[in-house]
């Protein structure tokens, strides 16, 4: 990639990631326009996928609420993207963990990673 | 007033707004470009400008091309090329044309070299759909039937067929210039340009009025 275009991305991607993998449990914080007001939104779920680099960089949250999959793709640099916070971390043994899909009740649960 | 000037496609990439909008930009290399030559209606019968860009070694070139740099008093630059202006009067030889022609939500067609895509079928050269792949048929990806019976007897001339794809100036019009950097000669224009990275590139503002 040339040289200037890589400058250009490094203005656009965010620095301030906290460390997050595949598994981990997140929260994202993101900012919602309706009409003329702001407010922030929480959405909490399991991190399924994180591809791209730079400003392309993105995640896929995924969350079962009231019995339906739900998944939502963030990408990291974006400004809506206010805040991401892990509140447990996973164990996988993939990059994808698109096998979750399939999976309900205690299966679709990823193991918990001992911080030690 | 006319803007115009040369330069090079160094890629693409994607950069976002204050709201969140995510916007692809293709970073161009605009400029700085010297005035190597003012032609008037008096001397050559319109009026244009041409302008050179890019740094070149000397043995690159002819001698003819070479006494035309001299001529100008500027150092031999590896393009050159001529924009149709209304007001020659306001150029002179030797004039340096920086990026700052332009600014940022200004509205511009940019020209290049489409990737050559070589001999190609029909499918991919004119959009032709293709038939099923299953159940026994064997007609994939071929043109189908190309006219009509006794008569014309012939098949109509331009008749979309296979052959050599791409490789041919190429203008997109109606791009949005995102961003501006003069000091580093940086243009971003919102969308994808013709050509591949480092092709060459002309840049003028739309030719279609603003809406």
């Given at each position: 990639?040339?040289?200037?275009?890589?400058?250009?991305e490094?203005?656009h991607t965010?620095?301030?990631?906290?460390?997050?993998?595949?598994?981990?449990?997140?929260?994202?914080?993101?900012?919602?326009?309706?009409?003329?007001?702001?407010?922030?939104?929480?959405?909490?779920?399991?991190?399924?996928?994180?591809?791209?680099?730079g400003p392309n960089e993105?995640?896929?949250?995924?969350?079962?609420?009231?019995?339906?999959?739900?998944?939502?793709?963030?990408?990291?640099s974006?400004?809506?993207?206010?805040?991401?916070?892990?509140?447990?971390?996973?164990?996988?043994?993939?990059?994808?963990?698109?096998?979750?899909?399939?999976?309900?009740?205690?299966?679709?649960?990823?193991?918990?990673?001992?911080?030690? | 007033?006319?803007?115009?000037?040369?330069?090079?496609?160094?890629?693409?990439t994607r950069v976002f707004?204050?709201?969140?909008?995510?916007?692809?930009?293709?970073?161009?290399?605009?400029?700085?470009?010297?005035?190597?030559?003012?032609?008037?209606?008096?001397?050559?019968?319109?009026?244009?400008?041409?302008?050179?860009?890019?740094?070149?070694?000397?043995?690159?070139?002819?001698?003819?091309?070479?006494?035309?740099?001299?001529?100008?008093?500027?150092?031999?630059?590896?393009?050159?090329?001529?924009?149709?202006?209304?007001?020659?009067?306001?150029?002179?030889?030797?004039?340096?044309?920086?990026?700052?022609?332009?600014?940022?939500?200004?509205?511009?067609?940019?020209?290049?070299?489409?990737?050559?895509?070589?001999?190609?079928?029909?499918?991919?050269?004119?959009?032709?759909?293709?038939?099923?792949?299953?159940?026994?048929?064997?007609?994939?990806?071929?043109?189908?039937?190309?006219?009509?019976?006794?008569?014309?007897?012939?098949?109509?001339?331009?008749?979309?067929?296979?052959?050599?794809?791409?490789?041919?100036?190429?203008?997109?019009?109606?791009?949005?210039?995102?961003?501006?950097?003069?000091?580093?000669?940086?243009?971003?224009?919102?969308?994808?340009?013709?050509?591949?990275?480092?092709?060459?590139?002309?840049?003028?503002?739309?030719?279609?009025?603003?809406?």
């Amino acid at each position: 990639m040339n040289d200037r275009v890589r400058e250009i991305e490094r203005g656009h991607t965010r620095e301030d990631v906290p460390e997050f993998a595949v598994s981990d449990t997140v929260r994202v914080h993101v900012r919602i326009r309706e009409g003329d007001k702001e407010r922030t939104q929480a959405f909490e779920g399991t991190v399924i996928a994180r591809q791209g680099t730079g400003p392309n960089e993105t995640f896929t949250v995924r969350r079962v609420a009231q019995g339906i999959g739900v998944e939502r793709v963030f990408p990291v640099s974006s400004p809506n993207v206010q805040q991401i916070v892990v509140t447990r971390h996973g164990k996988a043994r993939r990059a994808k963990l698109y096998y979750l899909r399939k999976r309900t009740g205690k299966a679709a649960k990823t193991k918990a990673r001992d911080l030690r | 007033m006319m803007a115009a000037i040369i330069g090079r496609k160094l890629g693409m990439t994607r950069v976002f707004k204050e709201d969140g909008t995510a916007v692809p930009v293709t970073v161009i290399e605009a400029g700085p470009c010297v005035i190597t030559q003012v032609r008037t209606n008096e001397i050559d019968g319109y009026e244009a400008v041409q302008m050179g860009y890019g740094a070149t070694r000397k043995k690159a070139l002819t001698k003819p091309v070479l006494g035309q740099f001299a001529k100008a008093g500027v150092t031999p630059r590896r393009r050159l090329k001529e924009f149709r202006v209304d007001n020659p009067g306001d150029y002179e030889v030797g004039q340096e044309i920086k990026v700052d022609v332009f600014e940022e939500g200004q509205i511009v067609d940019v020209t290049g070299w489409s990737k050559g895509r070589g001999f190609q079928g029909v499918t991919k050269r004119h959009g032709m759909s293709t038939g099923r792949q299953t159940h026994g048929n064997r007609n994939h990806r071929k043109p189908g039937s190309i006219g009509q019976s006794a008569t014309p007897a012939r098949v109509w001339k331009g008749k979309k067929l296979p052959g050599r794809m791409g490789g041919g100036r190429v203008t997109i019009k109606d791009l949005s210039v995102v961003q501006v950097d003069s000091e580093t000669n940086t243009l971003l224009v919102r969308g994808a340009v013709p050509g591949a990275s480092n092709g060459y590139l002309l840049i003028t503002n739309a030719k279609r009025a603003a809406k």
